[in-house]
């Protein structure tokens, strides 16, 4: 069947505008350089799937350097209005350019032409100045259709992956769970704080241990001390530090950061079964997964909902459909993804809050279907049990069982 995208909102729940993926002309390929599909066995490899504005060019970068592994990325421009043409055609020129130097990987830029939808003209009755919000969900989708690999990489394009992860899943963790029907591995996510001008992305777990035990580095939006109680060698942020407000613990504390983090120090390895509830509760988790497009039993990967535009909610979704269907989550040891700081926009500005209520109103509804339709019905087809279950965690034991 052909696969359709929803490039605009015409109403709440309600797209407007679709594009087709099997037409060319509303989106630049800048460079393809992945092995073809053929290639994939299903258990060896992982495509880290990512989607950003221009301006996350020089993280990319980032991130591919840090991950070697095949990688798809998806940039929008804005290409709407005539005053945008020279503009886009320079950033068009510009990523293109920056990715001859990227390896193993498929760029996409999608020129934005909508000029307003459902949702942006909600904005503008506050700011007339505001661009059309980016449908992100809909750029996640095109990213993960794009792939080449079954198992897949969830990751903004804002966050940067430890050096060691594509090493340890393609070596001892994919070929474990490409048996294992809707496994997933989280990867716990940390920021790094700009401190006199300068941020420094770990590379490993000791170099993140180090920046931790000197406040530099904190687990996503909350502190150490909250969501880590017991790990009393890591510091809060010095006063030499940028420190937004870190009280947000409910979008990670399910990955149990305090767990990851003794376990790691003790130098274990492997992954950590993690206790999920259903849809309708813990509605705010949202960690960054390995997932397989297809599963053993032939289950296919719920698509992210492109309902959900602009901030709030959009990631969020595709979490709480896992764990609608029954997905089981595993958070990996010593491994970790660093957010790099950037400005962001007011979030208290009164369209931001508008925004919100209507996305958390979305939510709210997607998570009472998912409750009737999918948490309360026995899996179909029916869950297999998971060796990982019977204590099969630790890296040892995965090379052993090889």
Known sequence: ARTRYCVAQSGENRCGQYRWGSDDDWYIVAKDDLPPLASDDGMSDVTLLTQGSFDRVDVFGMIGAAWKGPKVAVFAIYDAEEADHAEAKRQVAEITAAAQSWTNVKVIIYPVKVRSDYYTDRYRRHDASTRSLLPLNTMRNIALDHARTNFVFTCDMDFVPSTTLYHKLTTYLLPKM?????????????????????????????????????GTIRPFHVTAKRIMPTQKEVRGAPSRCVSPS?????????SNYNKWYSESLSGAEGMFPLKTKGPTEDRYWEPFVVVKRIEPSGARLPRYREQYVGRYKNKISFITALRGYHYHFYTVRQEFLTHVPHPTANASAPAMHEHLLTMRKLHANDRQQLQTSAWSQMPAPPLESSPFDAGLHCMGDLINSR
């Open 178 to 214: 490409a048996t294992i029907d809707r496994g997933v591995f989280v990867i716990p996510h940390w920021e790094a704080l700009e401190c006199e001008n300068s941020v420094r992305i770990p590379r490993d777990f000791n170099s993140l241990r180090e920046y931790a035990r000197e």
């Open 246 to 254: 870190a009280v947000w613990s409910f979008g990670v504390q399910t």
